[in-house]
């Protein structure tokens, strides 16, 4: 698994353009939150690239994100893309590693 923090539209951009070729993960986290912490240990263990983004460093981008996929912000939340296009989103409890896997697993069968 690779972990790459972005802040910005190009960070953005570089996940987009990583999603042509395979299922990635945005992930949207508090540094000040308990249950975003839990989240961030659930998602150290996917096997899919992970795009972090920090809400309160980053806000203008989650605003970004919310709107271009038009997927309400939550905290934390994960959103995965494949050929650019959200295939699944959660946030809070539902951020686990078994969600993660279940919702790509067809993607990685075929």
């Given at each position: ?29 508090s540094n ?8 961030k240990q ?68 075929s």
């Open positions: 698994m690779s972990y790459q923090s972005i802040d910005s539209t190009d960070g953005l951009q570089d996940a987009l353009n990583q999603s042509q070729s395979e299922p990635i993960a945005l992930f949207k986290h000040t939150c308990d249950l975003s912490a839990m989240a659930e998602m150290a263990t996917v096997d899919i690239p992970v795009f972090e983004l920090v809400v309160q460093t980053a806000r203008p981008l989650s605003n970004h994100i919310e709107a271009h996929f038009g997927i309400r912000h939550e905290s934390p939340q994960v959103i995965l893309l494949h050929q650019g296009n959200p295939i699944f989103n959660a946030s809070h409890r539902a951020v686990t590693a078994d969600n993660i896997h279940s919702a790509i697993e067809p993607l990685l069968a």
